[in-house]
């Protein structure tokens, strides 16, 4: 059974940077399209940025591009988010899901994750 297992997350100054994880168990990640989602307090979850299968294209949305970087690691099954330069609207938890492909709407990914808590605040 495939699963999804989020990491990194944590507390950071704005203007700081952290590194989200999302391991997989059960499949090969390099097959399957990852999506980065984030869900704030209060707000409906929104796609951050999407990675294709097989070296596929990356997409980020608007508001992250230029800060966030999504990249594979094959060797060890997992998709990161590099996130730099953080700002206090980048609150929330993120989650990584799977698809079969990038441009498929959200409510077809799967396999989604537990989440990991990203906060920025001084």
């Known amino acids: 059974q495939a699963q999804l297992v989020e990491s990194g997350g944590g507390l950071v100054q704005p203007g700081g940077s952290l590194r989200l994880s999302c391991a997989a168990s059960?499949?090969?990640?390099?097959?399957?399209?990852i999506g980065w989602f984030r869900q704030a307090p209060g707000k409906e979850r929104e796609r951050v940025s999407c990675?294709?299968?097989?070296?596929?294209?990356?997409n980020y949305a608007d508001s992250v591009k230029g800060r966030f970087t999504i990249y594979r690691d094959n060797a060890k099954n997992t998709v990161y988010l590099q996130m730099n330069n953080l700002q206090p609207e980048d609150t929330a938890v993120y989650y990584c899901?799977?698809?079969?492909?990038?441009?498929?709407?959200?409510?077809?990914?799967?396999?989604w994750g537990q989440g990991t808590q990203v906060t920025v605040s001084l």
């Open positions: 059960g499949l090969t990640l390099d097959y399957y399209a």
């Open positions: 899901a799977l698809g079969a492909m990038c441009v498929i709407p959200e409510t077809h990914f799967g396999s």
């Open positions: 990675i294709g299968g097989s070296g596929g294209r990356t």
